[in-house]
């Protein structure tokens, strides 16, 4: 275990996977988490059985990798742990069907802590219930095991019935990988909370707001649209490298000392005191459940305002000036593409 974290943060060493070994373990859905799981968990000398329903167009591909593959039911009665990766709006009623078949003892091991922490899946005290997170998307996860390398990841223990849940979540991490690079404890308050505020505030809502504004700024003022695109989108991903490889630290050296500069004495104008108050209120309703409720009311009700907004993103201009352009530097890329379309697909049913 390594101390210069604030957090607890877990290795091989620390692991041992034979705990896991012993048990059953089903896997429900052969999505972008679920197949990587259940593929190492099976590589990792562990009896997998794939929960799917009986008309899954992923039936075939779990079969294929020479898994077994029955119903989210029948495989949660025979299985010591019962792993949920369907999609987190689905949880809730596949909980359901299988609630009857865990025995207590039984641990309940999930990917995110939605449904827990809003209170969406309410699991009987007698069973645990853990989570162990990879940071990563799922062939990631499945390719860096086939690579002997780890993908580090979260674990948390919210209910620990049989005494040795942290154990069990811990093995598990150990057999899909984790372990290799590193498992950071947390709790399910903590993931849920981060990684709603995270993706809403700075990964998915902040950063295409701030692509669009400049992107609309740049174009009312009568630049051209290509201009616009390139310097507010496609540069982007520059600089997200430099700061995924080294930190702000990396970026700043390798950009120009103009754009150092102008990009100190300006950031703050655009992200002020003003954006600052409203990431607290938006931290706010994360908190207080504000956001979790309306998000299931919203599915609750067919997902209408969702569809809008939607729709609404892929009519922006910045689309189809975008498609246009990135035809330009299509080749080579392609077979990337495709690649990510394949598994999109593949976890669409
Ligand atoms: P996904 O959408 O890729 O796959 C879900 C799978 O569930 C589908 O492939 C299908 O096999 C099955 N499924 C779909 N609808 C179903 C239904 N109505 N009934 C039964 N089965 C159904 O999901 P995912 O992205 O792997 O997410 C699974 C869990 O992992 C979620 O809790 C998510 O928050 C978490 N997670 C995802 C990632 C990621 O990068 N994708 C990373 C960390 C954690
Ligand atoms: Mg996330």
């Known amino acids: 275990m390594s101390d210069e974290f604030e957090n607890p943060v877990y290795y091989d060493d620390d692991a041992d996977v034979s705990v896991i070994q012993e048990q059953t373990v089903a896997?429900?859905?052969?999505?972008?988490?679920?197949?990587?799981?259940?593929?190492?968990?099976h590589e990792s000398g562990v009896e997998v059985i794939v929960g799917l329903r009986e008309d899954s167009s992923s039936r075939s591909a779990a079969e294929a990798e020479g898994l077994r593959v029955e119903t989210p039911k029948q495989a949660a009665s025979e299985a010591d742990l019962v792993s949920v990766l369907v999609p987190d709006t689905v949880q809730p009623a596949v909980y359901a069907e299988i609630e009857p078949e865990l025995d207590p003892g039984d641990t309940l091991q999930f990917a995110h802590g939605f449904n827990i922490h809003y209170g969406q899946i309410e699991p009987n005290e007698d069973v645990?219930?853990?989570?162990?997170?990879?940071k990563s998307p799922g062939h990631l996860v499945r390719r860096n095991y086939e690579n002997d390398e780890g993908t580090p990841g979260l674990l948390a223990v919210y209910q620990d019935a049989s005494?040795?849940?942290?154990?069990?979540?811990?093995?598990?991490?150990k057999a899909i990988g984790c372990a290799r690079a590193g498992v950071v404890e947390t709790t399910f308050r903590e993931e849920t909370e981060t990684d709603l505020f995270g993706e809403q505030?700075?990964?998915?809502?902040?950063?295409?707001s701030l692509v669009k504004q400049g992107y609309e700024t740049l174009v009312d003022a009568g630049y051209s649209r290509e201009m616009a695109y390139f310097e507010c989108l496609n540069e982007l991903k520059l600089i997200v490298d430099l700061m995924y490889e080294?930190?702000?630290?990396?970026?700043w050296d390798s950009v120009s000392d103009t754009a150092e500069y102008g990009g100190l004495t300006r950031g703050d104008r655009v992200?002020?005191?003003?954006?600052r108050e409203n990431m607290e209120q938006i931290l706010e309703e994360v908190q207080d459940?504000?956001?979790?409720?309306?998000?299931?009311?919203?599915?609750?009700?067919?997902?209408?305002?969702?569809?809008?907004?939607?729709?609404?993103?892929?009519n922006h201009d910045i689309e189809a000036v975008g498609e246009d352009l990135r035809a330009l530097f299509a080749w080579g890329e392609n077979e990337e593409r495709d690649e990510k379309e394949k598994t999109k697909t593949s976890a669409d049913d």
Not at 128 to 134: L, S
Not at 300 to 305: E, I, K, L, T, V
């Open 27 to 41: 896997v429900l859905g052969y999505g972008s988490q679920g197949h990587a799981h259940a593929l190492n968990l």
């Open 246 to 251: 080294g930190g702000l630290s990396e970026m």
């Open 271 to 275: 992200v002020d005191e003003h954006a």
């Open 201 to 208: 505030v700075v990964l998915c809502g902040g950063v295409t």
């Open 163 to 173: 005494g040795d849940a942290h154990d069990i979540g811990l093995s598990y991490a």
């Open 289 to 314: 459940g504000t956001f979790a409720r309306q998000w299931i009311t919203e599915n609750q009700a067919g997902r209408p305002s969702y569809k809008q907004l939607r729709n609404a993103e892929k």
């Open 128 to 134: 645990n219930v853990t989570m162990v997170a990879p």
